[in-house]
């Protein structure tokens, strides 16, 4: 089957938990500068995990264009996906109303986790329907970015419980990392 119709179901939901954050910032009952305060660590936790939406949003968008359709497998491996990116705007909440405590940046960071860990299944589904001499399959390799972000997430949980601002700045580090245009899919694609 075409691919088209996976797009655009995962554009709208990306679209749908984006919306939901945003309308979780609730307003200031005062009317100066410092009614704000209070809402700076809800507003930190909403830039990076936008940050992160708009990431997979990418991705997402550069993994499709490689492949020419889909199957029943890769449909279920996409719904991983968002079922795990879905559950962004709550941890996001959760961590910015409780001041990045360490058991939300714990789950933030598990959520982190299980949307990388499902990006990956994904990646590997697409891989597997389309063969290992595909252009995706030669566009990721080995993929040392999923994997390397796989890593600092497992770190990073646990050491919520020791330092919730160390886990956060590991967070941090894979966003800016991925962040860095990653040409491997456009440079195979061009080829």
């Given at each position: 089957m075409g691919k088209g119709r996976l797009e655009a179901f995962?554009?709208?939901?990306?679209?749908?938990?984006?919306?939901?954050?945003?309308?979780?910032?609730?307003?200031?009952?005062?009317?100066?500068?410092?009614?704000?305060?209070p809402l700076i660590p809800v507003f930190l936790s909403y830039v990076l995990s936008f940050i992160f939406l708009g990431i997979y949003w990418n991705n997402h968008h550069h993994l499709l264009q490689a492949v020419?359709?889909?199957?029943?497998?890769?449909?279920?491996?996409?719904?991983?996906?968002?079922f795990w990116l879905s559950l962004i705007p709550f941890v996001t909440g959760w961590m910015g109303e409780n001041n990045f405590a360490a058991m939300p940046v714990a789950l933030y960071g598990t959520v982190l986790l299980l949307s990388a860990l499902a990006y990956f299944i994904l990646t590997r589904a697409l891989i597997s329907h389309h063969g290992s001499d595909s252009t995706l399959?030669?566009?990721?390799?080995?993929?040392?970015?999923?994997?390397?972000?796989?890593?600092l997430y497992a770190v990073a949980i646990p050491l919520a419980f020791v330092n919730s601002w160390f886990a956060c700045?590991?967070?941090?580090?894979?966003?800016?990392?991925?962040?860095?245009?990653?040409?491997?899919?456009?440079?195979?694609?061009?080829?």
């Open positions: 995962s554009d709208g939901v990306i679209a749908i938990i984006i919306t939901i954050m945003v309308l979780e910032i609730k307003v200031p009952h005062g009317f100066d500068l410092a009614a704000l305060r020419r359709h889909v199957n029943g497998r890769i449909l279920w491996a996409n719904l991983h996906l968002l399959a030669i566009a990721v390799g080995r993929d040392f970015k999923g994997k390397i972000s796989l890593v700045i590991l967070y941090v580090l894979v966003a800016v990392m991925w962040l860095i245009p990653d040409r491997r899919i456009e440079n195979t694609l061009a080829r």
